[in-house]
């Protein structure tokens, strides 16, 4: 009966920190990705504006990674030194304040100094979170909680760009280019919450005054069984380096399709206005939402298999293959919607099997270590495809090296260290009954 007790005691501490931190943490991602991302829609008035190439467009598109790879470390070392709380709030309202100077802009030097700036500003927050989310919830319910923080990817887009279209279109904020004035208003919101986020952000559950203390015993004593196994240094740099790899052929996949999709739509779909593209655009991702969350269901139930990462990985690298060959738009945009699908549900498997894997002293260091590994596929993305797209004149070329990437990474996945078991303890709800599903 004891440890009946300490199961609900348990479970009742989980719930009541997914409702505390999770809705803050997903919107600060949509937030984040939205300013990381919308500069593939302004690119459709922007790069007329400016004269740029698409060589000259992907390279800014891209450079933010450069600053966002040389942060990485530095910023996960910061995270320890001065706590979530005070680092998530300093890093939120320093990516404001820089996307919104992407607004004044007046050639393709200064286009590249924003986006490497930042890039400089975001390095510490998805890693920082991922760190931090392991300090909240055990493993058995970590694959759940990562899915719920990732759905912003999939929103920021199905929502973002739409939004983002409109203004880009039709807003002419101060007498700005609408392409201008969309960049100010959806930095905002970061500054804003920078702010919510210093009041909201407990470091760690022991300073959470939400919760009992026998809810913080049983939550530190749960976390305590997921520690993985001490490995040497050695063994670490062997583990980032291959969760590296995987994570670089998703990200060249992502970033390419992410800053690239909008134009290559347009050109599949001519006469389509600017709002109309935004909307086709976003479609993958309305699409990829639910196929994230329910296979991050279906990744609790199979214990971080290797396959719940490489299976879609897999599934997406065919349909890249598809799109690549095909002649038909609505084909197209069908297998470009796997392509997005599949990378979004291998995420939540992915950071979950490098959280088991990798613990400890050596945590937030190893997770900002393979996510600037993978991020280096992310400057690389965007380049290769506005290079491609300049000397081919479409993008099947860039489909086909997509492909490739997905391959390589889907092949990497099945090797993946094995993480420890979770424990049999029957999974916990990780929302309110009203925000399940």
Partial sequence: MAASADGAVGRQAVHTVARRLLPLLFVL???????????????????AELHLSATAYGTAAGIFFVGYVIFHVPAAAA??????????????????LCSAATA?????????????SLGLAE?????????????????????????????????????????????????????????????????AP????????????????????????????????????????????????????????????VCFAAYSLHFFLPQALA?????????????????????????????SRHGDRKDRRASLIAMPVA?????ATVAAISHLPLLTLAALTVVVAGGLAAAPAFWNRCTGALGGRHAATAIAGINALGNIAGFAGPLVT???????????????????????SGAAALRLPAAPPTPAVRPTAMVPDRMAG
């Fill in 104 to 116: 004044f802009v007046t050639d393709a030097r200064g286009l590249y100094l924003a986006r490497f």
């Fill in 29 to 47: 991602y949509v937030v984040n990705f939205l300013d990381r991302a919308n500069i593939g829609v302004a690119a459709l008035a922007m790069n």
């Fill in 386 to 408: 506005g290079r491609l797209a300049d000397v081919t004149g479409d993008y099947r070329a860039v489909y086909v090296v997509i492909a490739c990437a997905l391959a390589t």
């Fill in 315 to 319: 599934a997406a690298a065919l349909a």
């Fill in 79 to 96: 995270l320890g030194r001065f706590g979530a709380r005070r680092w998530l709030a300093g890093v939120v309202t320093a990516w404001g």
């Fill in 123 to 187: 390095a510490g927050f998805f890693p920082g979170v991922v760190a931090y989310l392991t300090a909240w919830f055990p493993a058995r319910e970590r694959t759940r909680a990562l899915s719920l923080f990732l759905l912003a990817i999939p929103l920021a887009t199905a929502v973002g760009l739409p939004f983002s279209g409109l203004l880009v279109e039709h807003s002419r904020l101060l007498g700005l280019s609408g392409w201008r004035a969309m960049f100010l208003v959806e930095a």
């Fill in 267 to 295: 050109g599949l779909f001519p006469g389509v206005d600017t709002f109309g593209v935004s909307v086709l655009a976003a479609l993958p991702y309305v699409v990829g939402a639910p196929v994230m969350l329910v296979w």
């Fill in 190 to 249: 970061a500054v804003v919450l920078g702010i919510a986020a210093l009041r909201l952000l407990p470091d760690s559950p022991r300073q959470a005054a939400w919760l009992t203390a026998g809810q913080r015993q049983s939550l530190a004593a749960e976390l305590a069984k997921d520690a993985p196994p001490a490995v040497g240094d050695r063994a670490v740099f062997g583990r980032v380096a291959h969760f590296g790899l995987v994570h670089a052929g």
